[in-house]
């Protein structure tokens, strides 16, 4: 992108990305300081985010612990008890389920929480804040330090709505932010707002979440279309390409395929004259092409863009399916996007 997403936008994208209502809060935080890095934007939403964690208690959970103990609890562990010769001294170790703050989330939390206060990347205004915010947590809670084995594994518990959103905002702090062991811990800052890549995911995500949340017109899905082909061999079938929409809007009069594209800009020149990108348009073209929508049903096709550049907005007619080709200004302020992105459906 030739302009960096504006941190406010920023802030609302992650935000339905991740399911999560702003916070009045961190919105006037970033008002009376101006943040000028993505990361001291992270860090504001992870103070805002642990402070109202803590004040509400962390929950406890049952962990399984292992200890050298005089009293008898749990399952006593006969082969390291008898090892080290600690029956004839009236202890065993045993193992035992007990209830405690200190479950993986929270030492993920604590341990990012830690890593924040000393980067030289923060203001030393929030850092400070930073260590303030590691001291409230109970004692009983071990930091450990992110990496990449952490996330998918925590994500595979299945999180709640409030632990999921701490969960992908310390992940994405891991993932711009802190030391990586692999790089001799040099620090790997960098403005991910320039990064395509990731900056399509979160796009994605919260242009589809944005739906789901603030209309109630469409059921709003991702969907994977199946290919209206044959092939001699069905196994050969299975070497097709999945065809699976970034979102799908549904009511009993529109299906409306909406793919986002996080371009630098919706056109690209071409023998001297500027065309929309074709692959896109191919891959939205393939789509409508391959579903079949129920009897009465308008099936349509859009294309959605950040204004990077130009704004664009074209209609055809593909077919027989309407398709629009649209950019989305991101630098105005959030209620102009959220009303731009509801005139889209409308």
Known sequence: MESAVPLATLYYLLCYAWQRLPAPAVLRATEATPFHRPLELLTQMLLHATRERLRAGLP????????????????????????RGLLPQGRAVCTYDELSANTPLHQLLLGTVAALATHRAVPLVLRRELSQLRRRFPAEIVPV??????????????????????????????????????????????????????????????????????????????????????????????LLPTMLTDTTLESPARKIILDTKYYAAALRPRYDQQRLISPHLYQLYAYLQNLRPTPGQQLEGILLYPAATAAVDVRYTLGVHPVRIVTLDLHQPWPGIAADLLALVA
């Not at 005089?70 to 390291?80: I, K, M, N, S």
């Open 145 to 238: 330090a992110p990496t990449a084995a952490i996330f998918p594994a925590l994500r595979r518990q299945r999180p709640a709505s409030e632990e999921a959103f701490l969960l992908h905002l310390c992940e994405l702090i891991y993932e711009t932010a802190l030391p990586a062991p692999a790089e001799n811990s040099q620090r790997r800052f960098v403005d991910f707002r320039r990064d395509e890549r990731l900056m399509a995911r979160i796009f994605e995500q919260a242009v589809r979440n944005f739906y789901r949340r603030e209309q109630r017109q469409y059921r709003v899905f991702a969907e994977t279309i199946a290919w209206q082909a044959a092939a001699p061999k069905a196994e050969d079938m299975a």
């Open 60 to 83: 406890r959970t049952f962990q399984t612990q292992q200890a050298e103990l005089r009293e008898l609890r749990g399952q006593v562990e006969l082969a390291p008890s008898l090892g």
